[in-house]
């Protein structure tokens, strides 16, 4: 089988890619390793940018985006038991983000891949990527127990920080730089109305905790926990116990049934560069940031929108001076993201081996953001995303 593009990968960055490329009439197939109904349940990203909006609705993808995404105006900020409200519009001259959740981004891009795109094929593990430095490099996947191969013109990986693409720069021609952090989030979703109308960021002296939502009918929260937590060991109780006393609104949170529980390391890390010969890596392949400001899904998103430009301007034009320019231009924004999760992570959670002048110094900056409309206007911006 040969094809223009082979995407390794069918997460929202794949997905999206294969749509994108549809549109520009640029042949493409995604190889994803899970079944379809794995993809679409595996609870990750909620806050869409405005420019991940965008894209979605300009390809095609709007629909229930715009029926069902929660747009919200700010978020806030609870600290030394207080709280303080971020303005987006105000600060940002008028930008916003959207609550619209991972899994439903990916149902509507599968609904519109199968409908109308590209081959899509589940259950296809991609084990090696071989000729990226040549013409014509090879992809070779099993499914249903066979070996495949899928030439291509170029391949993307897509396939998340676990993928297999990365590992097919040859030794030496890339370089990752790494941060691992000492603490995880322990995650919970549950079918409890939530009483809070936009995202609540807390630092406390028991650690951060986060308030987000899936639909108005469905909470998901977060609690800073120590690296290698079981899930198992917190009862719904003691989560709930622990959110209130480090939200300290007062008033408790809305209880409810809690539907799924997990845990999450914690990580930030880019390699450089995100292209190497007719390999392109994309997404959480080539960047992780840390999940706070929720950068992971649109930095995502703002890769293969830059790389499907590219590939449509040289098939439109023959030139490759975009393909040329893809990795840096990504790496700008992605080391603008790295350095904000990594700020509102450092700036939120407790380290373990924290001092009381550290804590402080946390006090202070988010005093700083409380006091400042400079230092607010920062983190709008920085969290409503750079224009695409
Ligand atoms: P992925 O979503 O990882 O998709 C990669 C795809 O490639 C997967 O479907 C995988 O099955 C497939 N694949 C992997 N290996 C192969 C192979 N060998 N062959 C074929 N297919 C393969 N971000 C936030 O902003 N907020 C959050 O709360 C948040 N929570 C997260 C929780 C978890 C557990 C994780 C891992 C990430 C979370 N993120 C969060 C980050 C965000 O979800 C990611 O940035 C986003 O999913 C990136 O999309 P992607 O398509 O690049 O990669
Ligand atoms: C969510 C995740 C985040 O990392 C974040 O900063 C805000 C919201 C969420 O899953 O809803």
């Known amino acids: 089988m040969h094809t223009t593009v082979g995407i390794i990968g069918g997460g929202p960055s794949g997905l999206l890619l294969a749509r994108l490329l549809h549109q520009a009439g640029i042949a493409s197939v995604v190889l994803e390793s899970r079944e379809r109904a794995y993809v679409e349940q595996r609870q990750r990203a909620g806050i869409l940018e405005q420019s991940t909006v965008d894209a979605l609705r300009a390809c095609g993808a709007g629909k229930r985006l715009d029926a069902e995404g929660l747009v919200h105006d700010g978020i806030e900020l609870r600290f030394a038991g207080r709280g303080h409200r971020v303005d987006f519009p105000g600060l940002t001259g008028g930008r916003r983000v959207t609550v619209y959740a991972q899994t439903e981004v990916v149902k509507d891009l599968i609904a519109l891949q199968l409908a109308e795109g590209g081959p899509l094929h589940f259950e296809s593990e991609v084990h090696t990527v071989e000729g990226i430095d040549g013409e014509r490099p090879v992809i070779r996947y099993t499914h249903e127990g066979r070996e495949q ?99 300290a609104r007062g008033t408790p949170l809305v209880r409810g049934p809690v539907t799924q529980k997990s845990v999450l390391p914690m990580r930030s890390s880019v390699t450089e560069p995100m292209r190497f010969g007719r390999l392109f890596l994309a997404g959480d392949a080539a960047h992780i940031v840390p999940p706070t400001g929720a950068k992971g899904l649109n930095l995502a998103a703002a890769d293969v929108v830059v790389l499907a430009r590219a590939l449509a301007h040289r098939h439109a034009t023959g030139s490759p001076e975009l393909l040329d320019a893809y990795s840096d231009t990504c790496l700008r924004r992605v080391w603008r993201a790295e350095h904000f999760s990594y700020f509102m992570t450092t700036t939120l959670h407790t380290d373990p081996d924290q001092s009381p002048f550290e804590t402080r110094l946390q006090l202070s900056q988010l005093e700083r953001i409380a006091s400042s409309p400079h230092a607010e206007a920062e983190l709008a911006e920085n969290y409503c995303g750079l224009a695409l």
């Open 149 to 247: 191969t899928l030439t291509c013109d170029y391949v993307v990986g897509c396939d998340g920080f676990h993928g297999v693409s990365r590992h097919a720069v040859p030794d030496g021609a890339a370089i990752t730089y790494e941060r691992v952090y000492p603490y995880s989030w322990l995650g919970i979703l549950a079918d409890a109305a939530p009483d809070y109308d936009e995202l609540i960021y807390a630092h406390s002296d028991r650690g951060f905790a986060l308030a987000s939502m899936r639909s108005p009918q469905v909470s998901r929260l977060y609690l800073q926990v120590p690296n290698g937590t079981d899930p198992a060991s917190w009862s719904d109780e003691r989560i709930w116990d622990e959110l209130d006393h480090r939200f």
